[in-house]
């Protein structure tokens, strides 16, 4: 990764990200993973101040998250953050965290859209002087797929309250993690810890709206999804 477009920082896990096991929650690593995205793109040269001037935002449209190994309070970390150039209006984002032995435990894949904010539509060509900063390629992926199941329960109507939203007044694309572990029945979550995840955002969730949320067991873990207003906000699929 020498000659690689990356930004890398050392963390130390924090007791505020993890979960009655001591253990790394999935939402962590996500919040990891975009605040080394924004991170990144600020050291070059474009923060907040460059997207509002140029009336662009990035948007998530679905990531896919792995643990080889999940992360306990306490761990030492090394994350680096690779951003591959657009491809069909979608740019991808690897996040990589190492132990301190060098070994990657976790792996989040994320894929972007930037949209231009006084049309509301979606870039199939990014400017120039933001893809010329990103690599050409990263050879790293994971399955984005969410599996449908069979059957889903409704688990309850939840409401984007002040603590699941961020600075854009919606709720934060980490939030659904931890809406979704909350909604999936106790003994589920008390089996172990999540080791791989992938979830698509349909429609953003604003500050004081509601959707309701359904689970449903598939062949290979538990499903969650959210709608409001009929139309769906988000799918989720997690796997033990």
């Not at 050291?43 to 009336?55: A, K, L, Q, S, V």
């Not at 309070?73 to 657009?86: A, F, I, M, N």
Request: with cysteine; proline share 5%.
């Amino acid at each position: 990764m020498e000659n690689w477009i990356k930004w890398t920082e050392e963390i130390t896990v924090r007791e505020a990200d993890v979960d009655f096991r001591g253990r790394m929650k999935p939402s962590a690593l996500l919040r990891y993973a975009e605040y080394m995205a924004t991170e990144h793109s600020r050291r070059e040269g474009m923060p907040d101040e460059f997207f509002r001037t140029h009336h662009l935002a990035y948007l998530l449209g679905k990531q896919a998250l792995s643990f080889e190994q999940v992360p306990q309070k306490g761990d030492r970390l090394l994350l680096t953050t690779l951003p591959e150039q657009s491809s069909r209006g979608t740019n991808k984002r690897i996040l990589l965290v190492q132990d301190a032995s060098g070994k990657t435990v976790a792996q989040v894949d994320a894929r972007w859209i930037m949209v231009d904010t006084t049309t509301a539509r979606i870039l199939r060509r990014p400017p120039e002087e933001i893809d010329r900063h990103w690599n050409a390629q990263v050879p790293f992926e994971l399955p984005q797929t969410v599996e449908k199941p069979p059957f889903l329960n409704s688990a309850g109507v939840w409401r984007a309250s002040y603590s699941l939203c961020d600075i854009n007044g919606h709720i934060n694309n980490a939030c659904y993690l931890d809406i979704a572990c909350d909604a999936l029945p106790l003994e589920v979550m008390q089996q172990g810890p999540v080791r791989s995840a992938a979830v698509k955002y349909h429609r953003e969730v604003k500050l004081g709206e509601e959707m309701e949320v359904s689970v449903g067991q598939t062949e290979d873990g538990w499903a969650v999804t959210g709608r409001r207003e009929g139309s769906a906000a988000f799918e989720l699929a997690f796997r033990w």
